[in-house]
């Protein structure tokens, strides 16, 4: 009880509000831009939260996650371009709408939608995390390293269309994970004699690199001609009863779909919203106005996308397994304030878990305010050059990397990071597992020796432990899932390419006899 009233006491004071109501104007232009995003926002903000209290921290982070993922839809309805990958969905029904000069009424559902998904969530996740918590305090740890182990199968859902390249991503993370003082014994490795590193690769350092300054070098390089932008002024978004009643159906099955999809690692609002909006469309009484300007084809993703973000903290809290790569750059900030995610945290720290718990469900309705109150102001920062962009990312990465142990050799190594992030993307390799692979690879070491120790070498400790058997299993699954879809899409591919041969050899066979 002590925790509850200590974290509300925290989220209504001054700084609390202050924090809420700036993560979420910073999250709506960041999700806005597109190429941005929660995670390099977050990235670029981290460093700047040191001085703030875990609680604050936490609800500024929230704020900002849970508004970029709404802000997306406002580029994605206005440029049809959507600011993040899961307003994607959005941008199919919410450009034709804004074309028939709906483009309020449009952005009214965007809000409204991430609203009612990112309540919706936050009220899942204040519901799950603490049953699921203190299931997981019954883990030893052999069942941690398969729960890392299953949050490292994630590589699966992101690595982009290839898994090879997804596998190889995050086998590079682990081995940055392996750099600084060995957990067991003691002693440097891979440290090449430099004191900077004997706590590790910078994991900001790495973090704001691998996105943020990878997206600015892109953003500078790149010319992308764009769809004709939306003149219509942006003003009031608010929805009418009508559209209320049209799409509060799309907009709960968005959130349950939304939820569900976030617990699972790796999956998040990219692949939500689409599941969403099929949905939606499939039970819808007019699935021809999809592609249209379907106003269920706006709510449904929406409150998926942001459904998503609750969800996706349910394993991070319970299992200290983050959901999604936003999430495990959230782990980072944790791990900056001594924290470590996971069952015990609701013991070490119970005000920091009530305040994230509660903090999410509020973080959404101060989105809500938030988006009504400035969204006109802010519609006009997409207007900005991607050059102008692009700088500005630099600068606040260059502070942000310096800030935390006031060492150019952080500045550096982010520098080289933001270059082979760069080239990662260049070659289509995906940067999310090499994060994820990061933020995992101390559970995964840490609990697999500590494993072996108390069996005394004994590897069937794995197998023989019911908890680890059962997400040893689940990560296989996880893995071999795609390759199995893979494999019956060209099965498919081959019986239609079949099919083709044999029909055009029967018409040259009926041309031949006529």
């Known amino acids: ?102 483009a309020n009424e449009a952005i009214a559902i965007s809000l409204t939608a991430s609203t009612v998904g990112g309540v919706l969530g936050g009220l899942a996740l204040l519901l799950l995390a603490m049953p699921l918590a203190s299931l997981a305090l019954k883990f030893g740890p052999a069942g941690y390293f398969a729960v890392g182990v299953f949050g490292l199968s994630s590589v699966a859902a992101l690595s982009g269309g290839s898994l090879v390249k997804g596998l190889a991503c995050a086998a590079f993370g682990l081995a940055l994970a392996t750099v600084g003082i060995d957990p067991i014994a003691g002693t440097p490795r891979f440290t090449f004699g430099l004191f900077q590193l004997y706590e590790g690769v910078p994991f900001l350092a790495a973090l704001i690199g691998l996105f943020a300054v990878s997206e600015a070098l892109a953003m500078v390089e790149s010319r992308v001609v764009s769809a004709p932008s939306i003149k219509d002024k942006v003003g009031h978004v608010f929805m009418s009863a009508a559209l209320w009643k049209e799409t509060w159906r799309s907009m709960l099955s968005g959130s349950a779909i939304g939820t569900l999809l976030g617990i699972l690692p790796g999956v998040g609002g990219n692949i939500a919203c689409w599941v969403a909006r099929d949905y939606a469309r499939a039970r819808d009484r007019h699935p021809e106005e999809f592609g249209n300007g379907s106003a269920n084809g706006i709510a449904a993703p929406e409150a998926a996308n942001n459904a998503t973000v609750g969800g996706a903290l349910v394993p991070l809290l319970a299992l200290g397994v983050p959901g999604s790569p936003t999430t495990a750059i959230m782990v980072g900030a944790l791990i900056m304030h001594g924290l470590h995610p996971g069952p015990q945290l609701f013991n070490e720290a119970p005000s920091l878990v009530y305040a994230i718990l509660f903090g999410t469900i509020i973080a959404s309705l101060v989105q809500y305010a938030a988006g009504s109150l400035f969204l006109p102001l802010m519609a006009r920062v997409m207007r900005l050059p991607d050059a102008v962009i692009a700088v500005g990312i630099m600068a606040f990465a260059v502070l942000g990397a310096f800030a935390i142990r006031n060492l150019m050799f952080d500045v550096y190594l982010m520098l080289g990071f933001g270059v082979v992030g760069y080239l990662m993307k260049k070659l289509r390799f995906p940067v999310a597992p090499v994060i994820l692979a ?62 083709r041969t044999a029909l055009s050899v029967e018409s040259i066979q009926l041309e031949e006899k006529t």
């Not at 924090?19 to 104007?25: D, E």
């Not at 704020?63 to 969905?89: D, H, K, R, V, W």
């Not at 680890?468 to 099965?491: D, E, G, K, N, Y």
């Open 1 to 102: 009880m002590d925790g509850i009233l200590q974290s509300l006491g925290v989220i209504f004071s001054l700084s609390g509000v202050a924090v809420l109501v700036t993560g979420a104007l910073l999250g709506i232009v960041i999700g806005a831009l597109p190429g941005l995003g929660p995670s390099i926002g977050l990235s670029l903000l981290i460093p700047f939260t040191y001085n703030l209290g875990p609680e604050l921290s936490m609800l500024l982070m929230i704020s900002l996650y849970t508004s970029a993922e709404y802000g997306g839809s406002i580029s994605a309805i206005l440029l049809s371009t959507p600011g993040t990958a899961a307003a994607a969905a959005t941008a199919i029904d919410g450009y034709s709408m804004a074309r028939q000069g709906k």
């Open 438 to 499: 990061m933020v995992l690879g101390y559970l995964v070491e840490s609990n697999y020796r500590t494993a072996l120790v108390s069996s005394q070498g004994d590897y069937t400790i794995f197998v023989t432990d019911p908890i680890s058997l059962i997400f040893l299993i689940l990560s296989l699954v996880s893995l071999l899932t795609p390759l199995w879809r893979r494999i019956q899409a060209r099965r498919a591919s081959a019986r239609t390419e079949e099919t």
